[in-house]
């Protein structure tokens, strides 16, 4: 009855999970049909309590708890496991019962085997003796690991558009002014504006996932809705891989620079590469490997060159610019397979917004079924993902990168 007592509280454990999960996610009806399944595990458990309550208010027969064949029972004598364990659960329900006699029955045949040297004594590590009684801490809960994930589409310019493909027009910037004449000198033809076609075509990127309709019915956790979650992080993901093409082109022009030389050449090429107005709004892209050559920076009153972000509660500024930090994974710095190896960090910085457009030609859709497709022969649930992107530079003259070798 132990046994069947136990197995009746972990049910009702998962049913309780059940109603959490249910009343989360606002399914009436599965709240109401896991409260109904709750009152019947509740009725069982009080029958067999009650089966239990009664056995223990029997007196024991004289001579002590009757014996399993093979058992001996005398003093100092082996006990085998299933009395041991029998009468482990009975010194339990007598003390919850105050049943002095029945206890001290019991305890004498639990301390017996505890104290034979031989395969009798119970232990934990051997189910039977013992070990079947030892809970484990079991949990279904998702936890989700916490790793940064930026997304860069909030540095670049964004555009939801509504065609497979199109085109944007840019002009060239004039570089002269008006040419001096004569008082009724013919006007000179001299200058004319020039324009630029850039094309986009956005293209699908997408994943399909079969999930078992036992496992959903199964679980006691949201499954639906954590897919749904992971689904938006590979968005975001997608987007960023883009993104860090775009920023790649940049690394044919990029400057060499040293710890020794990098805020020289972070000044110099803010100050004389970037345009003035290009530089005002200027952010800078770096790495785990970039932000931590930068943080150990000094100046000449040995303070940190980068300041907090008085705009943020959290980050960095860099020359009154701010500071966006990717992970390695997502942006990676480069080892030279040379005999001497050594290793690059991309430094990037400019108006990412002037610099690169990302297209979008719809959100992210995520649908499911469990009718179409494959779903009805397998008995499974088919979820769906699919996003429609594109990226484009727009002005390359926006923003240029910095090549720092690491020590």
Known sequence: MKKKLLELLN???GI???MKSTNEAGDTAGFAAAQNELADVDAEIARVQAIMDAE????APEGGMPQEPG???????AVNSAECMHAFAECIRAQARGNRRAFDENADIVRRAAAVENANQMTEGTPADGGLIVPEDVQTTINELRRSLVPLADLFSVENVSFLSGTRVVDTQPTKGFTKMSEMETIPNDDKPVFAKLSYKVEDYGLFLPVSNDLL???DEALLAYISRWMAKKQVITENNLLVTKLAALDAAATAATAANVIATLKKLLNVSLDPAISATAHFIVNQDGFNALDQLLDANKRPLLQPDPSAAVGKMLFGRPVSVVSNGTLASVTSETSSPSTTTPIYFGDFTQYATLFRRQPMEIASTDVGGSAWRTNSTEVRAITRLDAQVFD????????????
Do not use: C, F, I, Y
Request: no cysteine; hydrophobic share 40%.
């Open 71 to 77: 058992a001996q029972s005398g003093e100092g004598e």
């Open 396 to 407: 390359s003259a926006a923003a240029a990168a910095v090549s720092l070798t690491l020590s």
């Open 56 to 59: 223990a208010s029997v007196p």
């Open 16 to 18: 309780v999970n059940r």
């Open 11 to 13: 049910k009702k454990q």
């Open 217 to 219: 019915r199964d679980t």
